[in-house]
């Protein structure tokens, strides 16, 4: 998504990017997934609202924080994005994306949450936890995706993207795609998986209108990621869709502008 570009400063110092595009319509915030940016989603979600694609820190235009492993800095970011709205948000989290939501609310709950839209989303990663099961698409990735060595980590991150969506990303998207990995630094895209976290009770004491959307051919993050969190967050849809991959927002973009429509109707 492009859109006019501002940053915000979060409380541990470091510089978020945002892109806003859109009406003066309700807000919603974007976070985008491991190793992308705030460009990934699609142009046409704005319509009807306010959209912020934020970039995660050490992606896109976005510092390198040098902090990764802790839930309260990335909290801590996404609460200096939505301090410069005026009203609460619909939060919408793309696989790792959705790791930080959840970061957010463990450590300042639902008061400037409107609702949530997780696709293809992560709510808590390290090993065995059922929030943050991958596929075989990511598991195949890694370590070669983690490389200082471009020889080794640009084919690696090619399968990777072109295995994002059932039929494969090619031409401009394709490079674009790739061009977002590659420009996060691999010590960046390293520290993203050494984390440990569990969500259990965050999700549990969820209390805004949640939707969670997940392709069941999703070889990056499992399906099962998102029946864990619907069985916990109280009163969550669920939409698994047939035929569709790791990008449901894009692969299926009519159903989800409708979905996202709906949710900020409520």
């Not at 300042?108 to 992560?122: P, Q």
């Not at 009770?201 to 949640?210: F, H, Q, S, T, Y």
């Not at 619907?230 to 869709?241: D, F, K, V, Y």
């Amino acid at each position: 998504m492009e859109g006019e570009l501002s940053w915000v400063t979060s409380k541990s110092g470091n510089r978020i990017a945002v892109r806003t595009a859109g009406t003066n319509g309700p807000p919603v915030v974007l976070l985008h997934g491991w190793a992308q940016t705030g460009r990934c989603w699609p142009q046409e979600l704005a319509m009807g609202c306010r959209c912020l694609a934020v970039d995660l820190r050490g992606h896109g235009d976005s510092e390198d924080a040098g902090e990764y492993a802790d839930s309260a800095a990335w909290a801590a970011d996404l609460a200096a994005v939505l301090d410069t709205l005026d009203e609460p948000a619909v939060l919408v989290g793309w696989s790792y994306g959705g790791l930080a939501i959840t970061d957010y609310i463990r450590h300042f709950g639902t008061g400037g949450v409107r609702g949530l839209l997780l696709t293809g989303a992560i709510t808590e990663i390290g090993k065995d936890r059922p929030g943050g099961r991958i596929g075989a698409v990511m598991r195949a990735a890694i370590p070669d995706a983690l490389s200082t060595d471009p020889a080794t980590a640009v084919p690696a991150l090619a399968r990777f993207v072109a295995g994002l969506t059932v039929r494969p990303v090619r031409g401009a998207l394709h490079q674009a795609l790739l061009g977002a990995s590659l420009d996060v630094d691999p010590h960046v895209r390293a520290a993203l998986f050494a984390r440990t976290v569990d969500s259990r009770e965050v999700l549990a004491g969820i209390d805004v209108p949640a939707v969670l959307v997940h392709g069941a051919q999703d070889a990056v993050v499992a399906p099962s990621t998102t029946e864990y969190a619907a069985s916990l967050i109280p009163g969550a849809q669920t939409h698994i869709w047939p035929d569709v991959g790791h990008l449901p927002f894009l692969e299926r973009a009519q159903e989800f502008h409708t979905i996202l429509a709906r949710l900020l109707a409520l």
